[in-house]
């Protein structure tokens, strides 16, 4: 007899939680006006997740913010969960050379996403250092790239989650894009 091979499925937490950088304790939830009770671990949510919350109210609760540092999920009504503005780091560009200045673009927070205008502008490295700065320069290039960039939509986004890609368009052509690093308020 064969044997079928296949291994013990994990619950997503214990699969998760070596990998996380945040912490998969339990600690406080929060909603903007009070501490409303305990979590199971940051790992477990994502910006916009309205289900498996535990949470009991009139309205429909959403995550609205993962607070690491002070390992706290915050919750509020679903308007709180959409932002027109956020910084993505790790931005590539492809169909440029660099983001010397602001640029219009359609941008995309999720694969399933509709593209939606936005201008997109550097933000300059995230190091003060000037020596390191021009360490990044590509011979005959000028400097590489800006990590980082500040996407300001023109209508507000459901849910831009941290971690999560934005990609930048221009019609059919991939101009660049950048890991989500924190929604921002304009």
Request: proline share 11%; no cysteine.
């Amino acid at each position: 007899m064969r044997s079928s091979g296949s291994a013990t499925p994990l619950p997503l937490r214990s699969a998760i939680a070596p990998k996380s950088r945040t912490s998969n304790a339990p600690s406080p939830l929060q909603s903007p006006l009070r501490t409303d009770g305990q979590h199971g671990g940051l790992a477990s949510y994502t910006v916009g997740q309205r289900r498996g919350l535990g949470l009991v109210s009139r309205r429909p609760l959403y995550v609205t913010a993962l607070d690491p540092d002070r390992n706290a999920l915050v919750v509020g009504e679903a308007a709180a969960a959409e932002m027109d503005t956020l910084v993505a780091e790790q931005a590539n560009f492809i169909s440029i050379g660099a983001l010397t200045g602001p640029l219009e673009v359609t941008a995309k927070i999720r694969h399933s996403h509709a593209p939606a205008p936005a201008v997109i502008e550097p933000l300059g490295q995230p190091s003060a250092d000037p020596a390191e700065q021009l360490a990044k320069e590509i011979p005959g290039q000028g400097p590489t790239a800006p990590p980082r960039v500040r996407v300001r939509f023109a209508q507000a986004q459901w849910a831009p989650a941290p971690g999560q890609s934005v990609v930048f368009y221009q019609g059919d052509l991939v101009v660049g894009g950048g890991v989500i690093a924190r929604p921002q308020e304009a």
